[in-house]
Nanobody
Framework: QVQLVESGGGLVQAGGSLRLSCAAS????????MDWYRQAPGKQRELVAT???????SYADSVEGRFTTSRDNAKNTVYLQMNSLKPEDTAVYYC?????????WGQGTQVTVSS
């Protein structure tokens, strides 16, 4: 089992930056592929970014070039660096760990971008 705790959310003006962190415990972190999702009010949860166990990354078109995900296996932590933030990036951001059909979610952290 994996426990995930996100942090780093907050209120930022459009054009600003935030870095989210997701700290994992309870299992060998390097074995897990990690995703970042977000859910805006009234919308479905959407996949934002993925980083595999080998460090390969992928991004939703809406954040490509602005967001970067990375992982530090020594610290059991995955990061989401968000630059050039837009009001439409406002959402609750979640991290997710996946492996062999199992998945675990964090509790989410709110990101609000003001115009």
């Amino acid at each position: 089992q994996v426990q995930l705790v996100e942090s780093g959310g907050g209120l930022v003006q459009a054009g600003g930056s935030l870095r989210l962190s997701c700290a994992a415990s309870g299992s060998i972190f390097s074995f897990w592929s990690m995703d970042w999702y977000r859910q805006a009010p009234g919308k479905q949860r959407e996949l934002v970014a993925t980083i595999t166990t080998g460090g390969t990354t992928s991004y939703a078109d809406s954040v490509e070039g602005r967001f970067t995900t990375s992982r530090d296996n020594a610290k059991n932590t995955v990061y989401l660096q968000m630059n050039s933030l837009k009001p439409e990036d406002t959402a609750v951001y979640y991290c997710r760990a996946t492996r062999w059909g199992y998945d675990y979610w964090g509790q989410g952290t709110q990101v609000t971008v003001s115009s």
